[in-house]
């Protein structure tokens, strides 16, 4: 099932968007979009992960993404295990070298990890026997989120993405998801594009693959997706914009600035939302332009997919 053209998927890991080649993306992206049927999620017969146990080791907070494992998990028929990180030894000082030698011996199959520290999940996956899902590290890489965007806009432009152009809006400086984005939308053929003000966007962005600009206008035009990213305060360790409310003015995503996109253009938004900072509540909550609920609807299907292409990849090796 996970393979595309018989183009076997055989990674290991889920670390980072460059870590894959395009049919290793075609092939989680068919099997995304496979399960987005939801009486095919919720068949008792899918036992793809049965005898498998699945841990969700989550150092930072996240609702969307640990609860998306966990239902895409026991879908799929696994075992599944949340570790409540503030009660577990890590809180008690324990190193992540020693976190990943306690794991190792539970003998997990799959580990999804986000971490605080960029290259966590990579280091986990060198010291542990099973496979290692990169549930966003630091700053450095968010790919199952990258790939259920790419679903969710598979779904809304008739199942190619191809040519699109698409901004990625506001706090790309300190987004993960921003930069899982830009690798996989150009891997699909689209155009991408960043506007934030200049404090907020990399030095070396413009090598991301990706055109910088600095004002809503220049940069919306003519673009077919607008992404819009949440200010990261808890990262910011200095004062990156002058207020909320000026930020909004500037790169807050209204009914007027909408008006320089494309007339059919759809706004996304990984989430947690901080209205009217980045974005106003009556484009994030109209269904004609809005495919925020959709992107959450997604994530399940996705991340259902992934699990499976790397448990398929696991029994093949053993095979």
């Known amino acids: 099932m996970a393979s595309i053209d018989g183009y076997p998927f055989e990674k290991l890991h889920c670390l980072t968007i460059a870590d894959f080649h395009r049919p290793d993306i075609e092939s989680l992206l068919s099997l995304g979009e496979h399960y987005l049927d939801l009486s095919v999620q919720k068949s008792p017969a899918r036992s793809i992960l049965a005898g498998k146990t699945l841990v969700n080791l989550f150092f930072e907070n996240s609702t969307r993404t640990e ?3 966990e239902i895409a998990g026991r879908r799929l028929g696994a075992d599944v295990i949340n570790m409540a990180i503030a009660h577990s030894s890590v809180a008690k000082g324990e190193t992540l070298l020693d976190t990943a ?3 190792n011996a539970m003998n997990p199959d799959l580990l999804v990890v986000r971490h605080r520290a960029s290259g966590a999940p990579a280091l986990l996956a060198q010291k542990v026997s099973c496979s290692v899902i990169n549930a966003g590290d630091g700053m450095h890489a968010h790919p199952t989120q990258a790939l259920l965007d790419a679903l969710t806009l598979r779904r809304a432009f008739d199942g190619s ?10 706090d790309i400086a300190h987004s993960r998801v921003a930069r899982s984005n830009v690798q996989l939308l150009n891997m699909l053929g689209c155009e991408v594009r960043f506007i934030g003000p200049p404090t907020l966007i990399p030095a070396d962005a413009d090598r991301w693959g990706a055109d910088v600009f600095h004002d809503m206008k220049t940069g919306l035009k ?3 997706v607008i992404m819009m990213l949440r200010l990261q305060l808890e ?5 990156f914009v002058p207020s909320k409310r000026e930020y909004f003015h500037f790169y807050g995503l209204d009914r007027a600035k909408l008006l320089y996109a494309k007339p059919e253009a759809k706004v996304m938004h990984p989430g947690p939302m901080n ?6 509540s009556d484009v994030a909550d109209d269904p004609e332009i809005s495919i925020i609920t959709q992107q959450v609807e997604t994530g399940v299907a996705m991340r259902m997919g992934i699990l499976h292409a790397l448990a398929e990849a696991q029994d093949r090796r053993a095979s």
């Open 161 to 170: 993405i191809d040519g699109l152009r698409i901004a990625i809006c506001g």
């Open 275 to 280: 209205r009217g900072v980045e974005i106003s």
């Open 101 to 103: 030698a306690t794991l």
């Open 222 to 224: 003519g673009c077919d």
């Open 67 to 69: 609860k998306s494992f």
């Open 235 to 239: 990262r910011m360790g200095g004062s």
